[in-house]
C-alpha cells in the first residue's frame, strides 16, 4: 500500500514561515505530479501548488511570490515553502500524489495525505 504523511503544520503569527514536507511510502514505482490543495472551514478544497516530475510548478494566485514548492524525487518527498503567511492562508494542508505502484496496473493513482493544520495568527 502506498501513504502520504504530511508534517510541519503548526501556529504562525503573520508575516512568518512555515515549511511543509510529505513522504509517501510504500510499494511505489514512480511519481509524477505532487501538490499542495488546502481547505479551511466552511470552504472547497483549493489548489495551492503543483509540481511535475521534471519540476515544472504551477501556483495559484493568492500564493505567488510567497510559497514556494518543490520535491526531493530520491526520498518521494515534496516541500512547501511558506513565506510571508497571513490569517487568510489558514487551513488544513493536504498532500496529492500520482503514483504507479509495483505489480499493478500501468496508470497513476491519485493519494492523498491526512492533511496536517496551519494557523496564521494577526
Known amino acids: 500500500q502506498v501513504q502520504l504523511v504530511e508534517s510541519g503544520g503548526g501556529l504562525v503569527q503573520a508575516g512568518g514561515s512555515l515549511r511543509l514536507s510529505c513522504a509517501a511510502s510504500?510499494?511505489?514505482?514512480?511519481?509524477?505530479?505532487m501538490g499542495w490543495y488546502r481547505q479551511a472551514p466552511g470552504k472547497q478544497r483549493e489548489l495551492v501548488a503543483t509540481i511535475t516530475g521534471g519540476g515544472i510548478t504551477n501556483y495559484a494566485d493568492s500564493v505567488k511570490g510567497r510559497f514556494t514548492i518543490s520535491r526531493d524525487n530520491a526520498k518521494n518527498t515534496v516541500y512547501l515553502q511558506m513565506n510571508i503567511l497571513k490569517p487568510e492562508d489558514s487551513a488544513v494542508y493536504y498532500c496529492n500524489a500520482g503514483i504507479r505502484q509495483y505489480g499493478g496496473s500501468r496508470l497513476y493513482v491519485n493519494f492523498w495525505g491526512q492533511g496536517t493544520q496551519v494557523t496564521v495568527s494577526s
Open positions: 510504500g510499494s511505489i514505482f514512480s511519481i509524477n505530479g
